[in-house]
Nanobody, 122 residues
Framework: QVQLVESGGGLVEDGGSLRLSCAAS????????MGWYRQAPGKERELVAT???????YYADSVKGRFTISRDNAKKAVYLEMSSLRPEDAAVYYC????????????????WGQGTQVTVSS
């Protein structure tokens, strides 16, 4: 069974920085992409940043220039460096991965972490 475990959320002041981490555990053949979504109260979950095939990256316009996504393939981990945080960045941040497990006919399956809260005080 694959699990994604996030860490690093917390309370930060307006303009501050945080680093989120997410590690995948379980038997994994390959990881197609890993990324981060967020969901604020009363809003839909939105894509923040993702890294595909360990190379290509995508950022939501609202975080470009402030957030940086990176991966450690050996650790099956993804990180999100967040700087110049704003109150509107406050949300529950979810790790997301599309990956393939052995003996699963090369099916790409999607997994989610449990979420980590980011709070930005103004």
């Amino acid at each position: 069974q694959v699990q994604l475990v996030e860490s690093g959320g917390g309370l930060v002041e307006d303009g501050g920085s945080l680093r989120l981490s997410c590690a995948a555990s379980g038997t994994i053949l390959s990881i197609n992409s890993m990324g981060w979504y967020r969901q604020a109260p009363g809003k839909e979950r939105e894509l923040v940043a993702t890294m595909m095939n360990g190379i290509s990256t995508y950022y939501a316009d609202s975080v470009k220039g402030r957030f940086t996504i990176s991966r450690d393939n050996a650790k099956k981990a993804v990180y999100l460096e967040m700087s110049s945080l704003r109150p509107e960045d406050a949300a529950v941040y979810y790790c997301n991965a599309f990956l393939i497990q052995p003996n699963d006919d090369l099916r790409v399956r999607e997994y989610w972490g449990q979420g980590t809260q980011v709070t930005v005080s103004s």
